[in-house]
């Protein structure tokens, strides 16, 4: 029951990574769960699947600062507070060339994965100070620790969430709101199945195995690995944790 209590607001809730934190979330006894997507239509699925009176639901796109607003002021009038705030919606753009890499894909990107985290701790940090803090937990990636050819809006989208990481748990430090990132490597979901076919048209297993033979470990993580790290930043065992870094990579970056 390392949830007891805490109430928890997740954005990408629909994914991959989002739906499995949820479900281990239930596991450890988390009092109510909103889950924040794009559409009511993805939300359905795995608010079908949770099948917990405790899971609620939010369209909102993270990159408006109305939508954040929106699911932020739903949360307060379902639970009163934030507890824990996954910061976890992501897109990955395009597989291309900086040359040509489309300026409207760039701005996309950047709109989610930074702007939308940015946002998500702007309008909840004044309910997590009156509520005497809370957990923020933001996704970034391998990629926000090293280059990849061919996606450079996501890598700049991915370093930039550290230094937004980092200046939130320094604002937030003195009302015990805590802020870290995790660092996964390719997990095995949709958004890698995106990238695949990406960085090799049709021939999408070739490219998992080579992304796979980079990773000591030997294999892609799971939805559910990443989903037991939020769940220990989540929860009270870190309380001294903030400002890091936690990578999850089958030894990848090592
Ligand atoms: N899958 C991987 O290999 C991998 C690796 C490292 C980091 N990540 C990161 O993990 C996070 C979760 O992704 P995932 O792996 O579960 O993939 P996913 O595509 O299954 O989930 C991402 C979710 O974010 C939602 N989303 C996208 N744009 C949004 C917006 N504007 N507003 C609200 N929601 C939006 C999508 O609808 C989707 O449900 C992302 O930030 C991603 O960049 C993924």
């Given amino acids: 029951m390392r949830l007891k209590n805490k109430v928890a607001v997740i954005t990408g809730g629909a994914g991959g990574i989002g739906k499995a934190t949820a479900e281990r979330m239930l596991e450890e006894g988390a009092e109510g769960i909103l889950l924040v997507d794009l559409d009511q239509e993805s939300l359905d699925k795995p608010k079908l699947e949770l099948d917990s009176d405790k899971v609620y639901t939010f369209a909102a796109d993270v990159s408006k600062s109305s939508d954040v607003e929106g699911y932020t002021k739903k949360a307060i009038d379902l639970f009163g507070r934030i507890d824990v705030l996954f910061l ?11 040359e ?21 701790m702007k309008y909840a940090f004044p309910y997590m100070r009156e509520n005497g803090g809370g957990s923020v937990i933001i996704t970034s990636s391998v990629a926000g620790l090293e280059g990849t050819p061919n996606v450079s809006a996501y890598v700049t989208s991915k370093h930039a969430t550290i230094g937004a990481m980092k200046v939130g748990a320094l604002e937030g430090a003195e009302d015990d709101i805590r802020v870290n990132s995790i660092h996964p490597s390719p997990v095995d979901n949709r958004m890698m199945r995106s990238l695949e076919e990406g960085f090799a048209p049709g021939a999408a ?21 990443m989903a037991d790290l939020v769940l220990f930043l989540a929860s009270d065992e870190s309380e001294f944790i903030t400002g890091s870094k936690f990578v999850i990579d089958g030894g990848m970056t090592a």
Avoid: C, H
């Fill in 205 to 225: 297993e070739e490219a998992k195995n080579k992304f796979e033979q980079s990773i000591p470990l030997g294999r892609y993580g799971k939805n559910e690995d």
């Fill in 88 to 98: 976890n919606a992501g897109i990955e753009g395009e597989v291309k060339p900086m």
């Fill in 100 to 120: 040509q890499y489309p300026e409207e894909t760039f701005d996309n990107v950047i709109g989610v994965n930074v702007k939308g985290v940015w946002l998500g």
